[in-house]
């Protein structure tokens, strides 16, 4: 086949191309002014705490959510302006409630990065960040029966809300959570990204082209930050952490993802939030008090190195991603589920007796 037989071929992939590279150039481009400007105005991390990395002592610059907003931001704004297939009469209603509502969190991320919020006031930002996307058509309505293979009859609206307030809220926490290594938080939203690009390009039928490109604008930003962010960090994502959340929380269910595709891809992430809130609470303490009770700091705690466990989370999830685009039946994706989620459990039991008495519980968040 020659060039021109090719070019309809190539002209389908501009807009996915496009969008990726406005997000990595710009997130590149914003990365060193945040740097810069953490450290000229003390938005730094310090140790102390259950911060003991050796960024901290270096004083690195907490302000990385910066790059992720306005790359993601101006990203999903070039997109929309772009002459693509429009299959959702709500997008726009969407669309707008993911940009207002992870404006609010962004906010409340960087305010808790000058100020130090304790965790009410981040669930009150939550709270509204949710609450703003919910009100704006982003909510889930239905699961797959995965014995059936049919959809669930639409819930009644009080359950919907229920449920997708606690998707959204629980993401944004899993995410805020998961980002104690660097590189980490970052690497797995690329690859739930790419996982939700698949299913959204690819996968339905008809392929989602202008909803894809959220998710490529999410890949776009997320790898220019982690080319900082990866050990040793220049930069740390901060505040950023729960606007990632929302975005990954958001797009999940805008993206038309079954709930086990992103279960399996964030299985592990979710599962160690959930074990650590039960954790927590057995122990008469707030589920949302940080500490090095999770899994990444716990193998960190055992011997285990900064890049080992990170590759082996980004190697974890993306295997569970791919498993769920290759498996069709909605039967087996449960299963493959449910034996993720029982690999998940006893890894976290095995590493929690291994690591050192009260090492998990020693270390709070300041």
Request: charged share 10%; aromatic share 12%; glycine share 12%.
């Amino acid at each position: 086949m020659n060039y021109p037989d090719r070019l309809p071929e190539i002209l389908q992939w501009q807009p996915y191309v496009l969008t990726f590279n406005i997000a990595l150039v710009i997130a590149l481009l914003v990365v060193p002014i945040a740097d810069r400007l953490g450290k000229k105005y003390g938005i730094t991390s310090k140790p102390g705490g259950r911060r003991v990395n050796e960024g901290d002592v270096r004083g690195v610059s907490r302000l990385g959510g910066l790059s992720l907003f306005i790359s993601f931001t101006c990203a999903v704004l070039v997109a929309q302006a772009m002459p693509v297939p429009r299959f959702d009469p709500y997008e726009v209603v969407r669309i707008s409630g993911l940009l207002i509502g992870g404006a609010i969190i962004f906010i409340v991320g960087l305010l808790d990065d000058i100020y130090h919020f304790g965790a009410l006031p981040q669930f009150l930002g939550q709270f509204v960040a949710a609450a703003v996307a919910i009100s704006f058509q982003i909510f889930i309505e239905f699961f797959n029966n995965p014995f059936t293979g049919q959809q669930t009859e639409p819930w009644p609206y009080i359950v919907t809300v229920a449920l997708s307030f606690f998707w959204l809220v629980g993401m944004m926490n899993t995410v805020n959570w998961m980002d104690g290594l660097d590189g980490l938080a970052g690497g797995v939203a690329f690859i739930t990204g790419a996982v939700l690009f698949v299913n959204s390009a690819f996968r339905l039928d008809p392929p989602q082209t202008s909803v894809s490109l959220l998710m490529v604008a999410l890949m776009g930003s997320s790898l220019g930050f982690v080319l900082y962010n990866f050990y040793p960090a220049r930069i740390f994502m901060g505040g950023g952490a729960m606007y990632l959340g929302f975005l990954m929380g958001s797009l999940s269910i805008i993206g038309g993802a079954k709930m086990a595709t992103i279960l399996l891809v964030m299985g592990l992430p979710l599962m160690d939030a959930a074990w650590q809130i039960v954790h927590r609470l057995r122990r008469g303490r707030s589920p949302f008090e940080g500490d090095r009770g999770h899994i990444h700091f716990r193998l960190l705690d055992i011997g285990f190195s900064h890049r080992q466990i990170v590759l082996a989370y980004y190697g974890f999830c993306a295997f569970f991603g791919i498993l769920t685009l290759v498996i069709e039946s909605q039967f087996f994706k449960f299963v493959a589920l449910g034996v993720m989620l029982g690999l998940v459990a006893i890894g976290l039991m095995v590493v929690t007796r291994l690591t050192p008495k009260n090492q998990g519980e020693s270390s709070k968040s300041t």
